[in-house]
């Protein structure tokens, strides 16, 4: 019969390719003295480049500190997650069984991480949070730490500015997804506490090109100036479009988290931004020879791709998984490392950093910048720090 | 009230000239083509690319994208596509789909991951107010090419000698064929012709949203939402449409944000089940 | 296609038409052979357990599709909203009932999964039953792009776009813990699409089938013989709802979370992919599909993780230039050509 000659075929043939990638599956031999860690990333997708920023910070801090540590030699695994969750969790579950990886690390988004948090806890292994910034995540798994930011982290100090700076009345507009949530409420909280109103919280959906609808709305409430938020790698269209709604001629003064002036594209939005107040915990433009140097070296290594809030997550991540190695003498046991990462301290790139040693989430400084032209290129002009920030209670 | 209604006309009108394209060869080759959007993506970069590198004006880029994507595709159709039009729409599905991954996965290699905009000239930002409402200068640009190219679009269907013989390629292949008509050359100027639009509207596009190699599969789903509401079988149709589903969007946003992520999700259910061929159909499907 | 003409053709007696039947509802070697190797993998690639359970959850969505699509000939683009329901079903009663029996069942979860999905299946099914291919892809993508969007919204139940977190499924059958290593998750996984596939098969072989198959051929002469066409259709299209339910019901439990990714529109894009990549109308079809398109996708995502895209989009194009049929059309054709230099023409 025909179906049954298809079937017998297609069984061979299945049999066979079966057998042919077995090599291909198993896990390489793991050698003594290698130390490896996984790094699950966003790398296709409409998250890809976050992936590729932290990728880009990971590899600049190995090539600058070399790929030793403590005797070991450090073996960076880079997966491709596409931005989906339940891919999150099984390339954490490989990494841990079959590579047998120190650390896991990356995780570009909120309900990435948090996929991934049950994982960490059953293996006994750290997960270092280098992008996703919702404030809840690290407390879901006793083995997470953090070294991007979260959201009221970097909220927060723009309320109280606003507040401080003859600002009565906001809207916000974030998109619709966790951080989105987070920011608004934190913004909210703190804007309304030090005696401001915010007259409407507007949410955009996470996909959405077009935001025509909502500005109009912003601008029809003439408040004193506009809150926003959306991810990082989407700020362009919608500072497209807030540049042609012309909301500054209205008398709208434009407020953000840093994420909306992602240095990754802020050079390319034009010079409608320039005087746009944001703040965030990193700019390309930080004073400071730590910077200097990172910024240099990370435009000369990527094509002159200038590194943003993310690629500082990475790098940091890989710092703090260097200091612990250091400190744990290469002792790569999961608790162990965990303990040597608490309460770590050290100068980065972005200025003074911490891992809070009861909270395991990161302590540091957040910034308030102005966009301004420097050089002929748009920077986030820090002119005000607000010290040792913590990330979550 | 007026202002957002503009608003909403100029992103129907580009959501009409990006998905015009896709309408001409799955109605009137019958070709599920979901590369579409490679194509618009394609005139999008080589505007970003010549405005950012070269400093070409912005208004010669646009004729420029046109011709790119059109021989683009022309050069696809004539070594790839024109082996599909005889199989399964699946395979087409399939086929296309595998195209734009290939696209996505080159973009991202030549240019990176991230949104890529363009600053437009001077003369095409700013508002103009009339009418007590007020509309951005690009939008308002946006809509008279596109307006123009549908008037153009729809004459050159009903009123030539090449539209007649396309419609009548399309309604009996052989028949044409034997009354001399080259149906294979009509098919591949009517093909260029739709990824030129396309690519012209990804032009457009560079002034209103901006590009990332998920562009083709992200707007895959507007471009299938204008057709299949408007009909594939004329051109005002899926223009009507477009402009419907724009209003409708931006509209729903404002005065109903709670709810606005499900409205052009519901126009689109309701207008299929009520006329599965679409709103603007004439009669049934073929 | 040669099933087709050959389960239409009414044979000139009942008992032939009968044995007939019962050939086809026979079991062949390779079929046993393929499912043997399934459980095999169990043994011979322990370390790539959890990417066997989800090739075999997303086999069982494009079975579930095939069902639809091979044998009924309605083009869906909407199935992940069933998915999604199942794994949400699943999901929350597995949660709520607090990792003990009897909520947490796991088996009882899968059957609230099913029932769920099953039930929105019917109740949608109305909207597919006519217009054209394109009709159907769209009114079925809308209605999956609607639900994803009232499980970003409904926050309070599903956990918004955050997803899910905290589903703690009960061992199944009360014995098996789900590990870290996905041993029990790869059974438990294989164990019901297996059971689910036998009834499928079952279902596609009987009188029901075929009747199914002789609507996708030509829906007005089955109408003309007096087959309850719509009844038909109603009937397969809450079934398939109810195996995509199921698919997305092992999901939450494997995983133990739900996201709105298991809603979104490339769930639908991906599974329908799969099927048409392997094969659609010949129930193999979706599980080879998932099998080499997930593994290739794995090989070629581990050596280049950021252009893997454009390697597997190649194979694509590639296949539907020189093969028809999918991956089931390349082993014909093969064997085809073995067969022809085997024995003399």
Redesign the interface.
Same mark, same amino acid.
């Given at each position: 019969m025909f179906r049954r000659q298809i079937l017998k075929g297609m069984a061979g043939a299945t049999a066979s390719l079966a057998l042919a990638s077995i090599p291909a599956f198993v896990a390489p031999a793991f050698a003594q003295e290698t130390v490896k860690v996984g790094l699950i990333l966003p790398m296709t997708g409409p998250s890809a480049s976050t992936g590729r920023q932290i990728e880009a910070g990971a590899r600049l801090w190995m090539a600058q500190n070399g790929d030793t540590v403590a005797g070991k030699k450090i073996q960076l695994i880079i997966k491709d997650d596409t931005g989906a969750a339940d891919q999150s969790k099984r390339l954490a579950t490989e990494l841990v069984i079959n590579d047998k990886v120190a650390v896991i690390g990356g995780f570009g988004l909120t309900p990435l991480a948090l996929s991934v948090g049950p994982v960490a806890t059953q293996a006994k292994v750290p997960a270092v949070i280098m992008a996703a910034g919702t404030s809840t995540i690290v407390a879901t798994s006793p083995y997470f730490v953090r070294t991007s930011f979260t959201l009221p982290q970097n909220t927060a100090p723009m309320a109280q500015w606003s507040a401080a700076n003859n600002i009565k009345t906001v809207v916000t507009l974030v998109s619709d997804y966790g951080p989105g949530l987070d920011s608004e409420k934190a913004f909210k909280a703190e804007f309304e506490a030090k005696g401001g109103k915010v007259l409407e919280t507007l949410r955009a959906p996470l996909m959405n090109p077009e935001f025509a609808a909502f500005l109009q709305k912003a601008k029809d409430l003439k408040p004193d100036a506009l809150f926003l938020f959306v991810p990082s790698g989407q700020g362009a269209s919608l500072m497209k479009q807030v540049g042609e709604r012309e909301l500054a001629k209205a008398g709208i003064k434009i407020i953000g988290t840093g994420d909306v002036t992602d240095d990754d594209q802020l050079n390319g939005m034009g010079d409608a931004l320039i005087g746009m107040i944001t703040s965030h915990n990193y700019s390309a433009a930080h004073e400071s020879p730590e910077n200097k140097s990172y910024v240099s070296a990370f435009l000369k290594a990527n094509n002159n791709m200038r590194p943003n809030f993310m690629s500082v997550g990475g790098y940091d991540g890989m710092a703090l998984i260097y200091k612990a190695l250091e400190k744990t003498k290469g002792d790569t046991d999961g608790a162990k490392l965990l303990d040597a990462m608490k309460g770590a301290s050290w100068t980065s790139p972005r200025g003074p950093m911490s891992i809070d040693a009861t909270t395991r989430d990161i302590t540091q400084n957040v910034y308030i910048r102005e966009v301004k032209k420097v050089d002929g290129q748009l920077y986030n002009v820090e002119f005000a720090t607000i010290p040792n920030v913590k990330g979550s209670n | 009230m007026l202002t957002i209604l503009l608003d909403g006309i100029a992103y129907g009108m580009l959501l009409f000239i990006l998905a015009v394209g896709l309408c001409v060869t799955l109605g009137l080759m019958n070709f599920i083509n979901l590369a579409h959007g490679a194509f618009a993506m394609a005139g999008g970069y080589l505007t970003i690319t010549l405005m950012q590198q070269s400093g070409v004006p912005f208004l010669a880029c646009l004729p420029a994208a046109f011709l790119f994507s059109a021989a683009l595709g022309l050069l696809l159709e004539r070594t790839l596509y024109r082996h599909l039009y005889d199989k399964t729409h699946l395979d087409q599905v399939l086929f296309s789909i595998g195209l734009v991954f290939m696209a996505m996965a080159m973009v991202d290699y030549a240019y990176g991951a991230n949104q890529q905009i363009v600053n437009l000239p001077d003369y095409l930002t700013g508002r103009v107010s009339f009418l007590g409402a007020s509309i951005g200068v690009y939008r308002l640009f946006v809509i008279v090419i596109c307006g123009l190219l549908a008037a153009g679009l729809q004459i050159v269907l009903t009123c030539t000698r090449f539209g007649s013989r396309l419609r009548a390629a399309v309604d009996d292949g052989r028949v044409a064929r034997g009354m001399g008509i080259d149906v294979t050359r009509i098919f591949a100027v009517t093909f260029a012709v739709g990824s030129g639009l396309a690519g012209l509207g990804g032009a457009l596009g560079t002034g209103i949203i901006s590009f990332d190699p998920t562009f083709p599969l992200k707007y895959m789903i507007y471009f299938l939402i204008v057709i299949s509401v408007g009909g594939t079988t004329t051109i005002t149709g899926p223009f009507l449409a477009a402009i419907l589903l724009g209003v409708a969007d931006v509209l729903g946003k404002y005065y109903v944000p709670a709810v606005g992520g499900f409205i052009i999700y519901t126009i689109m259910v309701l207008v299929l089940i009520l006329r599965p061929q679409g709103l603007f159909s004439r009669g049934p499907a073929r | 296609m040669? !099933?087709q003409t050959?389960s239409t053709k009414p044979s000139p007696e009942a008992v032939a038409a009968r044995a007939v039947l019962l #050939?086809?509802a026979r079991w /062949?070697?390779?079929?046993i052979?393929?499912w043997a190797?399934a459980f095999g993998?169990f043994f011979?690639?322990p370390?790539?357990l +959890? &990417?066997l359970s989800?090739i075999a959850i997303l086999g069982l969505l494009a079975l579930s599709i095939d069902l639809v699509?091979g044998y009924a000939g309605i083009?869906t683009l909407g199935q992940g909203a069933f998915f999604g329901i199942g794994a949400y079903a699943a999901g929350l009663a597995a949660k709520y009932g607090a990792g003990a029996a009897p909520w947490s069942d796991p088996l009882l979860g899968l059957l609230i999964a099913g029932a769920a999905a099953g039930l929105i299946g019917l109740l949608t099914s109305f909207?597919v039953l006519?217009?054209? !291919?394109?009709?159907r892809?769209?009114?079925t993508?809308?209605?999956a792009? *609607?639900v994803d969007?009232l499980v970003?919204?409904m926050k309070w139940l599903t956990g #918004?776009? !955050? #997803?899910l977190?905290g589903v703690l499924p009960a061992p199944v059958l009360g014995v098996w813990d789900f590990d &870290?290593? /996905?041993k029990t998750a790869y059974l438990y996984a294989l164990g019901v699409l297996f059971v689910l596939f036998v009834i499928a098969r079952a279902i596609v072989k009987s009188p029901f089938g075929l009747s199914l198959q002789a609507i996708k051929g030509n829906p007005l002469r089955a109408r003309a013989i007096g087959m309850p066409v719509n009844g038909r259709l109603v009937a397969i299209y809450t079934l398939a709802s109810v195996y995509a339910g199921i698919a997305g019901g092992l999901?939450a439990q494997t995983?133990?979370?739900a +996201?709105?990714?298991?809603v979104a529109?490339?769930r639908s894009?991906d599974a329908?992919?799969m099927l048409?990549?392997g094969g659609?109308g010949?129930l193999?079809g979706g599980l *080879?599909g998932s *099998? *080499?398109f997930r593994?290739m996708q794995d090989?070629l995502?581990?050596i280049t993780?950021?252009?893997?895209?454009?390697w597997?989009?190649?194979?694509?194009?590639a &296949?539907?230039?020189f093969v028809?049929g #999918?991956i089931?059309g390349l082993?014909?054709k093969?064997?085809d050509r073995v067969l022809r230099k085997g024995e003399p023409a």
């Open positions: - | - | 040669t !099933d050959h #050939g086809r /062949g070697l390779p079929e052979a393929f190797i993998a011979f690639m370390t790539k +959890s &990417l989800e699509l083009v909207l006519r217009g054209s !291919d394109l009709t892809l769209m009114v993508l809308g209605v792009l *609607i969007e970003n919204q #918004g776009s !955050d #997803g977190q &870290l290593y /996905g999901a995983t133990q979370f +996201s709105p990714d298991y529109f490339h894009a329908l992919l048409v990549f659609a010949h193999y *080879i *099998i *080499i593994a090989y995502g581990n993780p950021q252009y893997w895209q454009f597997l989009g190649l194979t694509l194009v &296949l539907v230039l028809r #999918g089931l082993f014909a093969m064997r």
